[in-house]
């Protein structure tokens, strides 16, 4: 690791083992250390490819949205072809 994301990953293992103890039992308290671990080595991973944070916003901000969108439009465009053909069909006896 890197010797700014160890200091820190030390930063936040201390201020974990600084919690009083009945506020988090051992068990939630290594489940946080892990996260907040994870999201330092991430960070410090997109910050040494930087296109692969650009690539991440790009889906986030545009991709998803647009996939959205576009599922949505589909199913409009089938539900109200549906109802259309419904009430348009001959008469019920």
Do not use: H, N
Not at 7 to 12: C, D, N
Not at 43 to 59: D, S, V
Not at 63 to 72: G, W
């Amino acid at each position: 690791m890197p010797p700014d994301i160890e200091e820190r990953t030390r930063g936040v293992d201390a201020a974990l083992d600084a919690l009083p103890p009945r506020d988090v039992d051992p068990w939630r308290r290594e489940q946080i250390r892990r996260k907040a671990r994870a999201e330092l080595l991430r960070q410090a991973e997109l910050a040494r490819r930087p296109w692969l944070a650009a690539a991440g916003r790009l889906y986030t901000r545009v991709l998803e949205p647009a996939l959205v969108a576009a599922a949505t439009c589909a199913y409009l465009a089938w539900a109200f072809q549906t109802i259309s053909e419904i009430l348009s069909g001959p008469p019920l006896p």
